[in-house]
């Protein structure tokens, strides 16, 4: 197999938990294959760049191999590299403790526009 979908190895590698939130992820603009922005169909292949926005965290994934069906979460790591440094992982862990922090309870529905708005609509 030479190349395979966006949304497709976003599932099997499980970035995701089910294929239309993968796609969900594409069409919102959270995700980009070389720098670019990038469809759910878009087509990937070896050595591709990888760029995903999961909350206050944007991973950087550089595929390494092609699957043909989904794996486990362990065998998953085999199939991407993952390059985002630790730093990042730290911030963005900050950021969900402040964020946590703000809030106590049932979120007013104020606070839940705004975080809809921070998790959905964030672009790359």
């Not at 992820?25 to 591709?48: F, L, M, T, Y």
């Not at 994934?61 to 486990?72: D, M, N, P």
Request: net charge positive; charged share 35%; with cysteine.
């Amino acid at each position: 197999m030479e190349s395979m979908r966006l949304d497709k190895w976003l599932w099997h590698t499980r970035f995701f938990k089910t294929r239309s939130y993968a796609t969900d992820a594409c069409k919102g603009n959270q995700i980009k294959v070389n720098e670019v922005k990038a469809k759910p169909s878009k087509e990937i292949k070896k050595g591709d760049l990888i760029e995903l926005r999961k909350g206050p965290l944007l991973l950087s994934i550089q595929v390494i191999e092609l699957l043909t069906q989904r794996v486990s979460a362990v065998k998953s790591k085999e199939f991407f590299k993952d390059l985002t440094p630790p730093e990042k992982y730290l911030e963005a862990e900050a950021e969900s403790k402040r964020f946590r922090m703000q809030t106590k309870g049932k979120p007013t529905k104020k606070q839940r526009r705004e975080l809809e708005e921070f998790l959905f609509n964030n672009e790359l």
